[in-house]
């Protein structure tokens, strides 16, 4: 090869190494840093007319658009009747992230319902005084009832960072009642204790879908186990909606990341939740 003919060679070499960088990024960034919405729909003969909720999780204090615009656009897209928050809204020790989720929140509360169960990260007492100051409802082991039009719909809220293996919510509440609507918020799932509780929906974040999914292949991590579905044919509880019965399960794979800043076909969501008369 003549010197000219190896000049044109690297050349074309770093040419193409630049592009599949280029083109690394910008799917990085897409999958990412952008915003999908998820929409579930509960039927129930509880309630006589629609309610539509928003459901928020496990931001760990990430930005969409300068001051979250992008993210207060897409929940007002949705006309929510309330926005139910399931914790990890910023990571422990973050003081900015701190900032940027007690900024977000208290914006959503100036205009809508907002309801939130701490999670791991975002449970310490002073975050949560500033949020109730903001007028977000804190349901730290409490209940509230949310009304929408002739609607009540009871809430109930834990902060558990982990379960015994006899953990029963009916040891801190009564069961859920049979005439209303009622729905559980809870940071980290535990599938069979709140299939147990009852409600008629339960929402929790904490898996972040896995934040890496593959084809066939599913999460690439829940819960300290990498590639669940590789592993037996156990359920894995990783993010969408799961019924059991009467009762219902949603698990959001949340808006930010940790600890590392990478999703691949599991993009950041916000999540849609239609409750409608049952046909």
């Not at 592993?231 to 990783?238: A, H, K, L, T, V």
Request: charged content about 20%; overall charge negative; glycine content about 10%.
């Amino acid at each position: 090869m003549t010197k000219g003919g190896k000049r044109g060679f690297r050349l074309r070499w770093w040419m193409g190494a630049l592009l599949a960088f280029l083109l690394l990024l910008a799917l990085w960034w897409q999958q990412t840093c952008t915003l999908v919405t998820t929409e579930a729909t509960i039927e129930s003969g509880k309630v006589s007319a629609p309610v539509t909720l928003v459901q928020l999780s496990d931001l760990h204090g990430a930005s969409f658009g300068r001051d979250n615009r992008a993210l207060l656009a897409r929940v007002k897209r949705q006309e929510p009747d309330a926005v139910l928050v399931t914790g990890d809204m910023y990571t422990r020790g973050d003081e900015k992230g701190r900032a940027t989720a007690l900024s977000l929140l208290g914006e959503l509360a100036g205009q809508y319902p907002v309801y939130f169960a701490p999670g791991e990260h975002d449970g310490e007492e002073g975050f949560l005084a500033a949020l109730r100051q903001q007028g977000v409802t804190v349901l730290d082991y409490e209940t509230a009832e949310l009304t929408v039009g002739e609607e009540t719909i009871l809430l109930y809220g834990i902060d558990n960072q982990s379960y015994t293996g006899t953990f029963d919510l009916h040891n801190a509440f009564p069961s859920p009642p049979e005439d209303r609507f009622s729905i559980l918020l809870a940071h980290i799932p535990n599938p069979r204790a709140f299939f147990s509780f009852g409600a008629d929906l339960t929402l929790c974040g904490d898996t972040h879908g896995g934040q890496v999914r593959l084809p066939l292949l599913g999460p690439a991590q829940v819960d300290g186990q990498w590639f669940p579905r590789l592993q037996g044919s156990r359920p894995i509880y990783d993010k969408g909606l799961y019924t059991k019965g009467e009762t219902n399960l949603f698990i959001s794979s949340g808006l930010g990341n940790y600890p590392l800043p990478l999703r691949l076909f599991n993009r950041p969501e916000v999540v849609r939740i239609t409750i409608r008369p049952a046909a």
